[in-house]
Structure formats: structure tokens, C-alpha cells
């Protein structure tokens, strides 16, 4: 008796699994996608921590200028701003920005002096300080607002591309 052996078919044969070159180029299409999005996605995740710090200068422009319609003049003080805490809002303790559970930009201002013989009117300039791992953005890294209003940045881009 002969025992008659049948192979299997061509199709059948790769229909078994993936060839090393073929998982070798999904492994390297995979690989090009990563290397294009993971850049775009750290931008993105820049440019929202960049609207915690815009809305929260915003939030303080806005406080100070409550607080000068009562008192004609302007403050570093957070408690009198209606912020809950102790501290001032002075570059030596800066308030933080919470973007859920991190901080990434602390939040200033600074006051003229009136007793120190300052003789322009009164004025602040409120600044949003990159910290962790924001202070990698060159872009748009810190960002500055004045009582008049005046938008500036410290980075790479122009003041109207980041605000």
C-alpha cells in the first residue's frame, strides 16, 4: 500500500502566520507613525497647559482691577485678591496653576512700591512662570500681562501667536 501525500496548498501555507519581513515592515510603519504623531501630541499638551496660565493671568488681571476700584490702588497680596491662601503673589512665592494633579506654571505679580517714592500711577505686571516639564516649551514659555492690558511672552514665537 502506498500512502499518498498531499501537500498543502500554496494559499494555505500563509494563511499559517506573518513571515518575518512581514512583521518586520508593520514594526517599522509602527515605528514611523510613533516618530511623526509623539511630537505633535507634545506640542498639543504644551499649548493646553499654555491655557491654564493664560486663563489664570486673566483671572488675576481681572482681581486686580476689582480690587483697585475699591482701594485705587493694586496689590500682591492673594488674600486680598480673594485667592485662598497666605501667601503673597510676589516672585518670591508664587502662586501654583494647577492643571489637574500637576503644577506647571507659577503664577506672579508685581506691585510698585508706593512708599518707595514711585511717582507713575499705579500698575502690575502679572507673569505666568514655566516650571517642570513646561519649561521645555520655547515656544511660548512664560507669559506676561500688564494692568494696560499689554500681552508679551518670553520664547520663541510672537505674543500674538501664543496669546
Excluded at 511623526?36 to 493671568?57: G, I, M, N
Excluded at 475699591?70 to 501667601?87: R, V
Excluded at 507659577?106 to 514711585?118: E, F, I, N, R
Excluded at 500698575?123 to 499689554?150: E, M, P, R
Aim: hydrophobic letters at 45%; glycine letters at 4%; a positive charge.
Amino acid at each position: 500500500m502506498h500512502k499518498i501525500r498531499a501537500s498543502l496548498p500554496t494559499a494555505r501555507r500563509h494563511a499559517a502566520g506573518f513571515t518575518l519581513i512581514e512583521l518586520m515592515i508593520a514594526v517599522a510603519i509602527i515605528g514611523i507613525l510613533v516618530k511623526l504623531a509623539y511630537p505633535a501630541y507634545t506640542q498639543s499638551v504644551l499649548k493646553s497647559h499654555r491655557a491654564e496660565a493664560k486663563t489664570a493671568l486673566l483671572d488675576l488681571a481681572s482681581r486686580e482691577e476689582r480690587y483697585f476700584s475699591t482701594t485705587n490702588t493694586f496689590t500682591a497680596s492673594a488674600p486680598a485678591l480673594g485667592y485662598a491662601s497666605t501667601a503673597t503673589l510676589t516672585t518670591a512665592s508664587p502662586l501654583s496653576v494647577q492643571a489637574g494633579n500637576a503644577v506647571y506654571y507659577k503664577l506672579s505679580v508685581q506691585v510698585p512700591d508706593p512708599s518707595a517714592g514711585a511717582t507713575s500711577a499705579p500698575s502690575f505686571l502679572a507673569t505666568a512662570t514655566a516650571v517642570n516639564t513646561q519649561v521645555g516649551d520655547t515656544k511660548c514659555k512664560d507669559f506676561l500681562l500688564t494692568q494696560a492690558g499689554i500681552q508679551t511672552v518670553d520664547g520663541t514665537d510672537t505674543a500674538a501667536n501664543c496669546w
